[in-house]
């Protein structure tokens, strides 16, 4: 029975929520969600005797680990500029050559606000909550990297979903080896400022001022 619970209260807040968001955008901003959720993130952390709050400022990476997570993101550096020149040529480096000021806000308020709670929901929340359902490394990484493509369903553009799906999949796979989500929202962030500097940003922010 608690298994069914779980499924159920997993599919209302990781996709029923993002559903609701999407039909009904005049309601709310997205980004607004984001304090009372993880408010309610953090209490049901503490009630889990599994959990310790250390987890969440843990950052004990190995140099091996730095270093793949290092190619890694020069690789999607690489794609990601090839993709804006072949497909969006007009918008390169779009956000730091129009608007500066915001893209150096960004790149200290992204990482340390919105990928940091992004992380701790979809991978320390989703880790510990549902254990019990996702306790195979592959469910996990599945469901996690899932949950978290859909979410960017509030964009209303498949390439912020395909994108977010793609990064969802390497960072699930880094927290599940890792269990360090510092070091994901570390590799978030330079994701997330990545797409904003080389001209992707719009997918991601609604009415981007550019």
């Known amino acids: 029975m608690k298994r069914v619970y779980l499924y159920l209260e997993f599919g209302l807040l990781f996709f029923g929520l993002p559903l609701l968001l999407y039909f009904e955008r005049k309601i709310i901003h997205p980004s607004i969600l984001l304090l009372p959720v993880i408010v309610f993130v953090i209490l049901m952390l503490r009630g889990d005797k599994d959990f310790s709050i250390g987890e969440l400022f843990t950052?004990?990476?190995?140099?091996?680990?730095?270093?793949?997570?290092?190619?890694?993101?020069?690789?999607?550096?690489?794609?990601?500029?090839?993709?804006?020149l072949l497909f969006e040529k007009e918008n390169l480096f779009n956000l730091p050559r129009r608007n500066p000021a915001v893209f150096i806000a960004l790149c200290f308020f992204y990482p340390a606000f919105s990928a940091y709670t992004q992380e701790i929901i979809y991978r320390t929340f989703l880790f510990h909550r549902y254990g019990p359902i996702f306790s195979r490394q592959t469910v996990f990484i599945l469901a996690s990297s899932i949950s978290f493509s859909f979410l960017h369903i509030v964009y209303y553009s498949p390439v912020s979903m395909v994108?977010?799906?793609?990064?969802?999949?390497?960072?699930?796979?880094?927290?599940?080896?890792?269990?360090?989500?510092?070091?994901?929202?570390i590799?978030?962030?330079?994701?997330?400022?990545?797409?904003?500097?080389?001209?992707?940003?719009?997918?991601?922010?609604?009415?981007?001022?550019?």
């Open 59 to 84: 950052l004990r990476i190995k140099r091996e680990r730095w270093v793949r997570s290092i190619m890694v993101l020069v690789l999607a550096t690489g794609m990601l500029l090839a993709g804006t």
């Open 163 to 185: 994108l977010t799906l793609f990064a969802g999949l390497y960072l699930s796979y880094v927290y599940w080896q890792t269990k360090s989500v510092l070091f994901t929202t």
């Open 187 to 210: 590799l978030h962030g330079i994701f997330g400022i990545l797409v904003f500097a080389v001209g992707l940003g719009h997918y991601f922010w609604l009415d981007m001022p550019v």
